[in-house]
């Protein structure tokens, strides 16, 4: 591979010193141990190919991760808060102010971005942006959500006014190859609906959401956002052994979360919001179009370098069009530009951590040792933390990438004549999120699809797999998920349903009408939010 290493572009790295975590309304400042950051980014100093470090985060304590969610709990005060008893429209005005002091900082996160989780400018601009846009899609779901509550119902002579209610403190954790998106798609649902949040970001992923704190900290009543930096077992483990969390929005393993819902004592008072690992498959039938469906599954299965849940992980062709498709798609991925975020047209950037590489390297092996082959030029060659696609050809049962997650560039292909070999790897699948489906016979595709939405929760016809339009329902079976999550979704599942009704008796009515008119209520009110 060329040098790709960034003082062959001059470009500054970002340096994020990080002593502060926010509790209590407060930015307050830690003197232990911190966390190193490290770039997915190397560079190359005096011939020496090293990741870079870009700064260190606080790795707190037990102690700063209790004093986090007692915040977030006096805040909640049992819903006699400040925040829980908002009207909707006072909790808006709030986001927005947030939402505001977010753009300003629109640049710096996205140089973080590219820095800390090697996403490419373009990738890392759409995320911010995507983030903004869910942000405004949320407000308007939300306003949409009490107007339909705004007005009162009368059933078998009980009038009720039935409207959402926050659910107490939420415990909220990203992932970090989306770490502002998909953080932000419950963070944001879980404040809006008047919870009040314990936050920690990924270990990888945390930097990013520094220029944010301020943010946090000016836009929200104290202790409605407290952000917590560390090691999960010691600053996870106690909050959820306290049993104080009423909600856990985790993105990560199955495994992970698992371990987490353990330690709360009450599993019947934690509802999780859980978006977890997948194995999506792509089936390309005889009669599919080649050209589309190669494009489909290069960018499916390697768009950020293949580190999406919702990447396609596994690609089974028909045998009597295999020849054609390994030949376009070998030629389409050799053609991928490798290089740092910010070159124009990237691909393939770094990856986060010279042991995902290695992990990359030990499942090609693995399958080489088994009877595969990397049948494209310029698979599994690397420079630094890059790792150039592998596509292994034909991926067996007994190889490791038959059943692991890989999160990143290697591109399994099995061949098939018979149906029933990719619907048995789904059926067996520990995962369950989503399918691609390729072909061009309706009544071919209808029989597919019947079976295979009862497997996975999103078939997807000619198209890969993603979790967008966020407005869209995701969600998945099995080791994959748990709730689902889309602008309006995400909303009802950080909330829960709860009603004022009486018999329609004279006083009631009067009562209803009383307190109604004269705004005596936040939740008992007929008023309409433009
Ligand atoms: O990592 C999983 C993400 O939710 C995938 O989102 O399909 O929009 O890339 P995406």
Not at 113 to 127: F, H, R, Y
Not at 211 to 218: G, H, M, T, V
Not at 477 to 487: F, M, P
Request: include cysteine; charged fraction near 25%.
């Amino acid at each position: 591979m060329k040098n790709l290493f960034p003082e062959d572009k001059n470009l500054t790295p970002v340096e994020v010193n990080q002593s502060e975590y926010l509790i209590n309304g407060e930015l307050r400042t830690w003197k232990g141990d911190t966390h190193p950051v490290l770039s997915p980014i190397c560079t190359n100093i005096d011939g020496e190919i090293k990741q870079k470090q870009i700064g260190y985060y606080p790795l707190l304590t037990k102690e700063e991760a209790l004093n986090a969610l007692e915040s977030a709990v006096n805040a909640y005060d049992h819903g006699r808060g400040e925040w829980p008893l908002m009207s909707v429209s006072e909790r808006i005005g709030h986001i927005k102010m947030f939402l505001n002091k977010m753009r300003e900082k629109r640049d710096e996160v996205i140089k973080i971005l590219m820095w800390e989780i090697g996403k490419s400018l373009n990738d890392s601009a759409k995320e911010f942006d995507r983030t903004v846009d869910y942000i405004l899609d949320t407000i308007e779901a939300l306003k949409n959500l009490d107007r339909v509550s705004s007005r009162f119902t009368i059933e078998n002579g009980i009038a009720a006014q039935i409207r959402r209610s926050p659910l107490g403190v939420t415990l909220c954790m990203g992932p970090y190859n989306y770490p502002l998106n998909e953080t932000f798609t419950t963070l944001i649902p879980a404040l809006i609906m008047g919870n009040t949040v314990v936050f920690k970001p990924a270990k990888f992923g945390a930097l990013l959401h520094r220029p944010l704190l301020e943010a946090f900290r000016d836009s929200f009543p104290k202790g409605v956002i407290n952000t917590i930096y560390g090691r999960g077992r010691e600053v996870v483990t106690p909050i959820m052994e306290s049993g104080k969390i009423n909600v856990l929005a985790f993105i990560g393993t199955s495994t992970a979360a698992n371990n987490i819902k353990k330690s709360h004592p009450y599993p019947n008072r934690l509802r999780s919001v859980l978006g977890l690992e997948a194995k999506n498959a792509a089936i390309v039938l005889p009669d599919s179009d080649i050209e589309s469906t190669v494009k489909e599954c290069v960018a499916g299965s390697l768009s950020y370098n293949g580190q999406r849940c919702t990447a396609l992980k596994m690609l089974f062709v028909h045998t009597d069009i295999i020849d054609t498709f390994i030949e376009k798609f070998t030629a389409q991925v050799d053609n991928l530009k490798a290089g740092m975020p910010w070159d124009e047209s990237v691909n393939i950037t770094p990856l986060p951590d010279m042991n995902t590489l290695e992990y990359m390297q030990d499942l090609v092996m693995d399958a080489n040792e088994k009877g595969a082959s990397v049948i494209n030029r310029r698979g599994a060659e690397t420079a630094g933390t890059l790792f150039f696609p592998a596509v292994i050809y034909p991926a067996k049962p007994d190889m490791r990438i038959y059943n692991e997650e890989q999160f990143g560039p290697v591109v399994p292909i099995i061949p098939f004549t018979n149906i029933d070999d990719p619907i048995e790897y789904i059926i067996n699948s520990e995962y369950g999120q989503q399918v691609s489906l390729f072909g061009n016979d309706p009544d071919n595709l209808a029989h597919l699809i019947d079976p295979l939405v009862n497997q996975v929760c999103r078939v997807n016809i000619n198209s890969q797999c993603q979790r967008g339009p966020d407005t869209f329902p995701f969600t998945g079976r099995k080791n994959s998920a748990e709730g689902t999550l889309s602008v309006s979704d995400a909303l009802r599942v950080f909330s829960i349903r709860t009603l004022v009704a009486g018999k329609t008796t004279e006083q009631n009515k009067s009562i209803l009408t009383d307190i109604t008119k004269e705004n005596r209520s936040k939740f008992l009110s007929t008023d309409f939010i433009f």
